[in-house]
């Protein structure tokens, strides 16, 4: 039987947020264990949760950024469970009245583009950690991360392959860096998601069984966590068993899932209104307000990039991918607006290759934009060529100086100099009768063989366009 998949994402996004989404502690990442957990957090008794503005604010943000209703009027509920890094055995969150209600998103896959649903995107706060690794006989809890403002954004079931969910996943990432809500630090945390697949016979409007997929941290991983799992479930549907609606954890190191609990439904919460919290009431004010603050979002970037500097589609749309990213290439272009696409071939090129080769994100770059675009310039100017170009990238990259001082230290500087170019031509040409009867037959991919020469006799640095010029008049 052909089966067709089904896969729905739920992205968890930290809020970037100085303190917690109900306590004025410290978000800070990375601090000592418990060190950043207070009353409020923990729900001892006695202790009343505050909403932080700010949390509302940046999720009001996102739900304008992807086009969704935003509930001017939305509650919180108490989630019922027990787990041992919710001390209080409850979370707060969203359930019934979402403040953002439904959006879309729009996603490439090689040359086809779909709209994948947003259901909703509530608030809610985040658990602490369990560390399983730290000691032999026991696990260690660190409650620091309880209470950290979190964004849960729910798609419809609407991808149906690893690679339309990862495509997916990339744009909400993308997305909420570009708005400023959250860092993306999918080392730490900031971004995790929930993939929840399902198979169903080709054809079958009624969705299969689901399940769920927790807590992964790599779009990588990601990727492959849905390619197994939707052999897992053929599997098992094509040997006539049924797929059982649980919770699985991925295990990266084994490349396997493994169950983790049954998947619970929403009356098995128990959700009720949080009787601590008042409504959340939202005024046309303040969408206006935040609606007017946000930046250029990335759709609008890649259509700029396309309609004024006369991009590809594709290249667009790499370079917009990160908002790191597009920043750098357009500090690049402030001195180099006519070169767009060449700048925009070295960022997707040799510094690309270089950062993934050092495992580096472009923040770390050891080339900064502003060196990079000295060295595009140049190439420009034709004060370089481009294979000299990349000679003095390793350089900067080294950490050898910036491109001008590389080039007059090395002394790169291409030859310009019609008299001196003239000389090597005369050269070459007299002590190679053989290849010049063949051009002079009809044969011009024995060109390659002069240019070659010219460009071994001076040292790389002849100034290619002039070269080929004069050694077509020559041979002539």
Not at 235 to 264: F, N, P, W
Not at 394 to 419: P, R
């Amino acid at each position: 039987m052909e089966w067709e998949t089904v896969i729905g994402l739920e992205i968890h996004a930290q809020l970037s947020t100085k303190s917690k989404i109900f306590s004025s502690a410290s978000t800070q990442f990375g601090q000592a264990p418990n060190s950043q957990a207070c009353a409020v957090d923990l729900g001892l008794p006695g202790v009343l949760p505050v909403l932080n503005v700010e949390a509302v604010n940046k999720a009001i943000k996102f739900g304008l950024a992807v086009n969704a209703h935003i509930n001017q009027r939305n509650i919180f509920d108490r989630k019922n469970y027990f787990y041992p890094d919710l001390p209080k055995g409850y979370q707060i969150s969203q359930m019934d009245l979402p403040i953002v209600g439904e959006g879309e998103i729009e996603i490439s896959v090689g040359e086809t583009t779909k709209i994948v649903g947003v259901t909703r995107a509530h608030l809610e706060e985040d658990a602490g950690k369990s560390v399983h690794d730290m000691f032999n006989e026991f696990s260690a809890i660190d409650l620091n991360r309880a209470g950290t403002p979190l964004l849960e954004i729910v798609s419809e079931p609407d991808m149906r392959s690893a690679k339309e969910a990862v495509a997916y996943a990339k744009k909400i990432h993308a997305l909420v860096q570009y708005i400023g809500i959250c860092d993306g630090n999918m080392q730490e945390g900031s971004f995790r998601c929930d993939a929840n697949v399902s198979l169903r016979p080709m054809g079958q409007e009624k969705l299969g069984t689901r399940a769920e997929l927790k807590n992964i941290n790599s779009f990588k991983f990601l990727e492959r966590a849905i390619n197994l799992e939707v052999e897992r479930q053929q599997d098992i549907l094509e040997e006539g068993g049924s797929v059982v609606q649980e919770t699985r954890l991925y295990d990266a190191v084994k490349h396997e899932t493994r169950s983790m609990r049954s998947k619970e439904e929403a009356n098995d919460y128990r959700y009720f209104p949080d009787p601590d919290l008042l409504p959340v009431e939202i005024t046309d004010e303040l969408m206006s307000s935040i609606k007017a603050s946000l930046p250029e979002l990335p759709v609008e970037k890649k259509a700029r990039f396309i309609a004024e500097l006369g991009l590809n589609e594709y290249d667009a749309d790499i370079l917009t991918s990160q908002k790191s990213l597009a920043d750098y290439f357009e500090i690049m272009l402030q001195d180099n607006a006519k070169n767009a696409k060449l700048c925009a071939n070295w960022v997707m090129g040799e510094l690309s290759a270089s950062l993934n080769k050092n495992q580096l994100d472009i923040e770390d770059s050891p080339v900064s934009a502003q060196d990079l675009s000295q060295l595009i310039a140049r190439i420009g100017d034709d004060t370089i060529s481009g294979k000299i170009a990349k000679d003095v990238f390793k350089a900067m990259w080294s950490g050898e100086g910036s491109a001008d001082d590389i080039i007059e230290s090395k002394g790169l500087k291409q030859v310009t100099d019609m008299g001196a170019i003239e000389v090597i031509i005369d050269e070459i040409i007299a002590n190679n009768t053989p290849q010049v009867e063949q051009f002079k037959s009809g044969n011009e991919k024995i060109l390659g063989f002069f240019v070659g020469q010219a460009m071994k006799a001076s040292q790389g640095k002849a100034n290619p366009k002039l070269l080929n010029q004069l050694l077509r008049e020559k041979l002539s």
